[in-house]
């Protein structure tokens, strides 16, 4: 069964920095988009940044030029690098994905708490 687990999350102090992995498994398609979202308590889940399998990637104007998405296509791998994090950045980060027939996927979550 197709499925996505991310790692990294945790506690970081402000200006500090995470790096979040999310890999995908149990499918033999080809996957199109991999993305980040995150859900604030309260808040609705926003995209933070996704990347084709071409290696296009777009960025949500909070984050840009602070985080930097990457992925690994022969190892279904993709990563968040979060720099110079804030109080605000604090949420449960999701790992999307979307492959060639338009299968959606969604990983479970992994926190990050940005605070002093």
């Known amino acids: 069964q197709a499925r996505l687990v991310e790692f990294g999350g945790g506690l970081v102090q402000p200006g500090g920095s995470l790096n979040l992995s999310c890999v995908a498994s149990?499918?033999?398609?080809?996957?199109?988009?991999m993305a980040w979202y995150r859900q604030a308590p309260g808040r609705q889940r926003e995209m933070v940044a996704d990347?084709?399998?071409?290696?296009?990637?777009a960025y949500a104007d909070s984050v840009e030029g602070r985080f930097t998405i990457s992925r690994d296509n022969d190892k279904n791998l993709v990563h968040l690098q979060m720099n110079n994090l804030q109080p605000e950045d604090t949420a449960v980060y999701y790992c999307?994905?979307?492959?060639?027939?338009?299968?959606?996927?969604w990983g479970q979550g992994t926190q990050v708490t940005v605070s002093s």
């Open positions: 999307h994905s979307r492959d060639y027939r338009n299968t959606d996927l």
């Open positions: 149990g499918s033999n398609v080809r996957i199109y988009l």
């Open positions: 990347i084709t399998w071409g290696g296009n990637a």
